[in-house]
């Protein structure tokens, strides 16, 4: 459980911008794609306006474009686990903030996940990390999703954990994710028994507070 709930906090943790000396104007000079307004994007997020500048500036330094593909979004994520596999969970990330489905992350997008991982509500972050785990987006967590979620997790750590890892650990983190969250032994994880199986585990609520600060 500690697992797939530790990658919550990983996921926000990989966002490292910097701040530079750029005007504080947001540039909006784009090849393919114009970002909405600074006013629109501060009433939509929990940033205030020159955070959202930053953001911008680390934004616009990855992708030049303004927008991100699913291979570009794979490349970037993948520089932070050079040890192991990212391929399958960032295909699953970059879904999670490709809520539209258009197969493409813009600076929007971004920064509202971002907004909700690191500012919102705990309700707000965990229904997020639900959406994450629900792959097909039917509403119920089933245990081929986790199996899926746990062994790209493992993917992404690589062979060099230590300790080492057993073949069948994705399965018992899989079991105990299932027996910790499924309340009423159907199979399948519902949103409301997902939230409040997370309000129950107190690591689980202090690693949604971890980052809230970050930027």
């Known amino acids: 459980m500690g697992l797939v709930m530790g990658t919550f906090s ?29 006013d629109k994007l501060e009433a939509q997020t929990n940033f205030s306006k020159r955070e959202l500048q930053v953001l911008y500036r680390g934004f616009k330094n990855e992708c030049p474009s303004g927008i991100v593909n699913e291979e570009t979004f794979k490349q970037i994520y993948s520089q ?6 990212a391929s399958t969970y960032a295909h699953f990330l970059f ?17 509202t996940a971002l907004s909700i991982l690191l500012r919102g509500t705990i309700t707000e972050k965990l229904q997020w990390t639900f959406n994450l785990y629900d792959i097909n987006r039917d509403g119920y967590i089933n245990k081929e999703e986790m199996t899926d979620i746990v062994r790209a997790i493992y993917d992404m750590m690589g062979k060099f954990t ?19 969250m ?31 600060n970050v930027i």
């Open 10 to 38: 990983m996921q926000t943790k990989q966002v490292n911008f910097h701040k530079d000396k750029a005007d504080d104007d947001l540039e909006v000079t784009m090849v393919c794609h114009r970002p909405e307004g600074l």
């Open 80 to 85: 932070f686990f050079p040890h192991g596999d």
């Open 95 to 111: 879904n999670a903030f490709d809520s539209a489905h258009t197969g493409s992350i813009k600076f929007e997008d971004f920064v």
């Open 162 to 180: 230590y300790p080492v890892l057993k073949t069948d650990a994705p399965k018992q983190h899989v079991d105990a994710f299932f027996r910790k």
């Open 182 to 212: 499924d309340k009423n032994r159907d199979g399948v994880v519902t949103l409301d028994e997902f939230i409040l199986s997370c309000q129950e585990d107190e690591n689980i609520m202090r690693s949604l507070q971890l980052f809230e």
